[in-house]
C-alpha cells in the first residue's frame, strides 16, 4: 500500500503537533510548576492528605521567601523526598516555642499563627536561623516532622523548589496573602 504525500504530510503534522506537546509539558514541569501529592496531615487543614497541588518555580527569581510562604522543597535529611512546609523562621532570625506559641528575636508578642491546625506542642528551641536559610513548620504541629525534628534543622534556599499557589484536586484553592489560605 502507497501513502499519498497529502497522507505523509498529515502523519507528518501530527508527529510535530505531538512532540512539540511533550517538550512543552517537559519544559513546564521542569522549570516553571511543580506538581506535587500530599502524603500526610502534616499541613491539615491548610493543605490534607491526598490534595494535589501546584507550586511556581519561579516564585523566588525576583524576591526572596517570606515568612507564611508554603514552599515545596527538598528534604534536608534525604534530597530525594519532596516536602511541603510553612516557612516560619527567616535568615538571621531566633525562633523560640514556648507553650505552644512562635515567637521570633525574643519578642513578647507570638507570631499569629491562628490558621494552624494545633498550637499545643512541645517548647523547642531558640533556633538561630544561618544565612540563606529558613526555620519551616508544618500547620499541624502537634503530627509533623519538620525542622525542629530534622537532623539538618534548617532549609536552605537552594532547597526550595517552589511557592505553592494551588491546590487543584479534590477541589480547586488558589493560595494567596500571608498565611497563603
Known amino acids: 500500500m502507497k501513502m499519498t504525500p497529502e497522507t505523509k504530510a498529515e502523519i507528518i503534522s ?6 512539540f506537546a511533550m517538550i512543552f509539558a517537559l519544559f513546564i514541569t521542569r522549570v ?3 506538581n506535587a501529592t500530599i502524603p500526610t496531615g502534616s499541613m491539615k487543614d491548610t493543605i490534607m492528605p491526598n490534595d494535589r497541588i501546584v507550586a511556581f518555580r ?5 524576591s526572596d521567601p517570606q515568612r507564611f510562604d508554603v514552599v515545596v522543597f527538598r528534604y534536608p535529611d534525604d ?3 519532596l516536602f511541603v512546609k510553612r516557612i516560619i523562621g527567616l535568615p538571621g532570625e531566633t525562633v523560640t516555642i514556648r507553650d505552644g506559641m512562635v515567637y521570633i528575636n525574643g519578642d ?3 507570631l499569629d499563627d491562628s490558621f494552624t491546625k ?3 506542642f512541645d517548647d523547642n528551641g531558640p533556633y538561630e536561623v544561618p544565612d540563606d536559610c529558613y526555620f519551616m513548620l508544618g500547620d499541624n504541629r502537634k503530627e509533623s516532622a519538620d525542622s525542629r525534628a530534622w537532623e539538618n534543622t534548617y532549609l536552605s534556599k537552594d532547597k526550595i523548589l517552589g511557592k505553592v499557589i494551588m491546590r487543584y ?4 484553592k488558589i493560595f494567596k496573602g500571608e498565611h497563603n489560605g
Open 14 to 19: 501530527w508527529i510535530k503537533t505531538v512532540v
Open 108 to 110: 513578647d508578642v507570638p
Open 32 to 34: 516553571v510548576i511543580v
Open 79 to 81: 534530597e530525594k523526598v
Open 118 to 120: 494545633s498550637n499545643a
Open 58 to 62: 519561579l516564585a523566588y527569581v525576583t
Open 169 to 172: 484536586f479534590p477541589s480547586i
